[in-house]
């Protein structure tokens, strides 16, 4: 068993060094390619626009160390921002009742995916696909298929405060440390890494993995809820077709940054990480003027790398 969790920990400082190593030569690219890359101007625009997607990438890492997946995140957040927008537009409801209700939304959503997927055993990527819809065309029917218009209502919470960073940043960067935490120093992040290792002996033991499965789908749903706040007060409107494909960057985020698709591991600090890889390599090379066919090309070898040193890194640890 020491020997077990010394493979283990080896493992993630490698996987931490090479991620690092990665954005850092991505950075040292682009800079090169780029005199304006390199810049507080375009640091302070990256910081400020991946708050939505790291506060989402730490619920799917969850979902993922449990062996789960959900495809509808992108319309959950979608459909949060809808409603965050009706009751602040059309009801006069105060900003901070208008989040609170965009919050619950999200929650519903992800368990409602959770109850049905744990309750009748049936693969939450058939779930969620289901849900994705669901709450689409719900959005449609809140917004009346339109874009709302909040203004500037909510502005403050992406507008830059210190350093280039907004308020949204700073909550994703406490958002990231609570996840870590509760990962690696709570019983219940060791339940959801045991149920993603092997369910059966955790039902086994005596602990019933349904309440905590269910659990982390909240948690997925009250993120996106987080992250549709993040995008309203960033655009000052909440569009219906937002968050379209949302899903797939979130997956890649989490996936580049080691969390096995089969389960079991994963490090919200790595998913950070992973985002910012995301990030980077999409403003590099928007910067250095690639084509957006060619960016998406770039960014699925990107991810299929990672998938293939995922099943490396999962050989080594069983040798």
Known sequence: MPTTYLKRGMADLKNYAGLIGALVLMCCLFSYLSENFFTLSTLSTLANDIPTLVVMAVGMT??????????????????????????????GWPVYLGSLLGLL??????????MISVGWRIPSFIVSLGVLEMAR?????????RTEYIGSAVDGISAPIF???????????AVTVIGQLVLTKTVLGRQWIGIGT??????????????AKV???????????LGALFQV?????????????????????????GTSLMGGRGSVYATFIGVLIISVLE????????????????????????????TYRRRGERA
């Open 62 to 91: 969850f979902i993922l160390i449990v062996g789960g997946i959900d495809l509808s995140v992108g319309s959950v957040m979608a459909l949060a921002a809808s409603f965050l927008s009706m009751a602040t537009v059309r009801w």
């Open 215 to 225: 659990l982390v789908f909240v948690l997925m749903g009250l993120l996106s809820g």
């Open 283 to 310: 403003a590099g090379l928007a910067q250095i003027g690639v084509s957006e066919p060619m960016k998406r090309i770039v960014t699925g070898l990107v991810i299929v790398a990672a998938v293939v040193l995922d």
């Open 105 to 114: 939304v999200g929650a519903l959503c992800g368990m409602i995916t959770g």
């Open 137 to 145: 065309g719900a959005a449609y029917q809140v917004t009346d298929s």
């Open 198 to 211: 092997n369910e059966e002996a955790v039902r086994l033991s005596g602990i019933n993995p349904r309440p």
């Open 233 to 257: 007060s960033r655009l000052e409107a909440a569009d219906p077709n937002g968050g379209v494909g949302m899903e797939l960057q979130v997956i890649a985020a989490v996936v580049i940054g």
């Open 163 to 173: 350093l280039g960073m907004s308020p949204a940043f700073l909550t994703a960067i």
